[in-house]
């Protein structure tokens, strides 16, 4: 079973998306921040990591650099949500998907298998 980390400092967002990843077959871990997103790669490596990218204690682009600093963690699939436009953050980081809120349910469902089916090949 793959495993999706969400992090998400807005809980009802957080929630919503757990609650979907589990319903496709998904072991979903979540964390409110990049902290307690580190925190629980520590106790369980995701496949995917889908991070919102403004958030208090430690942000997505922090959390993004910890992780690929992380040689334990290179195989980890990355993707950003964002509010804001996400087009600058997809020149930013080149090759790391990014979903615009609020985004389509289907689209979030093909983004999240498109990037764990690009880590398997």
Same mark, same amino acid.
């Given at each position: 079973?793959?495993?999706?980390?969400?992090?998400?400092?807005?809980?009802?967002?957080?929630?919503?998306?757990?609650?979907?990843?589990?319903?496709?077959?998904?072991?979903?871990?979540?964390?409110?921040?990049?902290?307690?997103?580190?925190?629980?790669? +520590?106790?369980?490596?995701?496949? *995917?990591?889908?991070?919102?990218?403004? #958030? $208090?204690? !430690?942000?997505? /682009?922090?959390? &993004?650099?910890?992780?690929?600093?992380?040689?334990?963690?290179?195989?980890?699939?990355?993707?950003?949500?964002? +509010?804001?436009?996400?087009?600058? *953050?997809?020149?930013?980081?080149?090759? #790391? $998907?990014? !979903?615009?809120? /609020?985004?389509? &349910?289907?689209?979030?469902?093909?983004?999240?298998?498109?990037?764990?089916?690009?880590?398997?090949?």
């Amino acid at each position: 079973m793959e495993t999706v980390l969400v992090v998400d400092d807005e809980q009802g967002i957080l929630e919503a998306l757990a609650d979907l990843l589990r319903e496709e077959g998904y072991r979903v871990l979540t964390a409110s921040h990049g902290r307690e997103a580190l925190e629980r790669m +520590a106790e369980l490596r995701p496949d *995917l990591v889908l991070t919102d990218w403004m #958030m $208090p204690v !430690l942000d997505g /682009p922090a959390l &993004i650099e910890r992780i690929r600093a992380e040689p334990a963690y290179k195989d980890v699939s990355l993707m950003g949500m964002s +509010a804001v436009d996400v087009s600058s *953050l997809r020149h930013r980081y080149p090759g #790391m $998907p990014f !979903l615009q809120k /609020p985004f389509d &349910i289907h689209a979030l469902m093909r983004q999240v298998r498109k990037a764990l089916d690009g880590k398997q090949g």
